[in-house]
């Protein structure tokens, strides 16, 4: 036996005996673990008092008080499942009878009492009052959400009419070549400009006042309606004018501005370089507004001592007369001399729209200005 024992030893101590040893260590802990797991949660397995059912017999032995209960409960005809859930509450309310007898669980082989008869102190004091309807406690127990508040609707502002709604340029003038008359072409500030130069002595001789005013007219053509001395002011919405004549054409009106300057005489040649960007907006938005509250067609025309300028203006340059007005409103609204003024007069809005015009509209560089850069380039060369 201890030779036995011996052989076993010296085989444990070679590589294949270590190997089986090692492989029944691990199955032997193997089982241990497992034998312990198994007991541990056999110790946590235990069965909850809640979970216990009532047995088959106890089912059976119900008495026929509780058979004929149960037979009439009025949940009978309704499905046990929809007893749990809250939401069908006020529903099983509202279609059956008072469910608060079965409410309450009764213990094997007792009869249920019958309940008092409660007593209904509204009804005694009021016997004439007529019975609760039986959806009464349904929409009672069912408050209503709570509705939002109302918003405070914004003050609808009205649309304001349209000042120059009304308003339309003429764009064409009758016209009659006489002796004298010359005539000139020039595009400035957004407008076609048709220039007519004549002698001022000889036409402050003609008899009709309306061609001394407009040389080109053709004779009786034109009926003279409003003179500077008359000082009529015409308006369209914040916007007024005081032309300084107001003919009247069978195809519309002529607003007429006259700039005197000093009685200089304009030059044939270089009339549009000398000519004012004010003084071309000044006569625009006077035929503008007299258009808009005449209802009819209107020309602008600008006198001088010795030309007559018939000016048609772009529909980019009449936008930009429409669409500027507020904005110069507010303005001379804060300045010192505009405060409490009732409206823009048509020659201070050209004033301001002088230089919007003169950015979106420029003017080709005068001739003079152009000798000027070519001698100072000339100058500089030299150097």
């Known amino acids: 036996m201890q030779a036995l024992w011996q052989e076993l030893l010296d085989f444990a101590q070679t590589p294949a005996g270590l190997l089986i040893l090692?492989?029944?260590a691990f199955v032997l802990a193997s089982f241990l673990i497992t034998g312990l797991i198994f007991f541990i949660a056999s110790l946590f397995k235990k069965k909850s008092p809640l979970a216990v059912q009532p047995s088959e017999d106890a089912l059976q032995e119900k008495t026929?008080?509780?058979?004929?209960?149960?037979?009439?409960?009025?949940?009978?005809?309704?499905?046990?499942?929809?007893l749990k859930a809250p939401i069908a509450l006020a529903r099983l309310r509202a279609q059956g009878p008072d469910i608060t007898e079965a409410a309450e669980p009764m213990m094997p082989g007792s009869a249920p009492e019958p309940a008092a008869p409660e007593r209904d102190l509204k009804t005694e004091e009021k016997p004439q009052a007529e019975p609760a309807v039986a959806s009464a406690p349904a929409a009672e127990s069912a408050p209503e959400p709570p509705q939002p508040a109302p918003?405070?609707?914004?003050?609808?502002?009205?649309?304001?009419?349209?000042?120059?709604?009304?308003?339309?340029?003429?764009?064409?003038?009758?016209?009659?070549?006489?002796?004298?008359?010359?005539?000139?072409?020039?595009?400035?500030?957004?407008?076609?400009?048709?220039?007519?130069?004549?002698d001022p002595e000889d036409v402050?001789?003609?008899?009709?006042?309306?061609?001394?005013?407009v040389p080109f007219l053709p004779q009786g053509s034109g009926k003279l309606l409003i003179t500077e001395s008359d000082r009529e002011t015409?308006?369209?919405?914040?916007?007024?004018?005081?032309?300084?004549?107001?003919?009247?054409l069978s195809s519309g009106l002529i607003a007429l501005?006259?700039?005197?300057?000093?009685?200089?005489?304009?030059?044939p040649l270089r009339w549009a370089e000398a000519m004012r960007t004010k003084d071309i907006l000044q006569t625009v938005i006077n035929a503008l507004v007299l258009s808009a509250e005449a209802g009819r067609p209107s020309a602008p025309v600008l006198r001088t001592n010795n030309a007559v300028f018939f000016i048609r203006p772009s529909m980019d340059l009449r936008?930009?007369?429409?669409?500027?007005?507020?904005?110069?409103?507010?303005?001379?609204?804060?300045?010192?001399?505009?405060?409490?003024?009732?409206?823009?007069?048509?020659?201070?809005?050209?004033?301001l729209l002088t230089p919007i015009v003169a950015k979106l509209f420029p003017r080709p560089m005068p001739s003079g200005s152009l000798i000027g850069m070519?001698?100072?380039?000339e100058m500089l060369a030299r150097r």
Request: negative net charge; contains cysteine; aromatic residues 10%.
């Open 319 to 351: 936008k930009v007369i429409e669409t500027k007005l507020g904005d110069a409103k507010q303005f001379l609204s804060l300045s010192a001399s505009g405060s409490g003024a009732a409206g823009i007069s048509a020659s201070d809005y050209a004033e």
């Open 234 to 248: 015409f308006s369209s919405g914040d916007l007024f004018a005081q032309p300084d004549a107001v003919i009247e």
């Open 204 to 213: 402050s001789r003609w008899d009709d006042v309306t061609l001394r005013l």
């Open 64 to 82: 026929p008080e509780e058979t004929s209960g149960s037979a009439g409960d009025p949940l009978e005809s309704f499905d046990r499942r929809s």
């Open 151 to 198: 918003f405070a609707s914004a003050p609808i502002t009205p649309k304001l009419p349209d000042p120059f709604g009304r308003a339309n340029f003429l764009l064409t003038l009758p016209f009659e070549r006489r002796v004298g008359l010359s005539l000139a072409h020039a595009d400035l500030c957004g407008a076609d400009i048709e220039a007519v130069f004549f």
């Open 22 to 24: 090692a492989a029944a």
């Open 374 to 377: 070519k001698a100072h380039e």
């Open 257 to 267: 501005e006259y700039k005197s300057k000093g009685d200089r005489s304009e030059d």
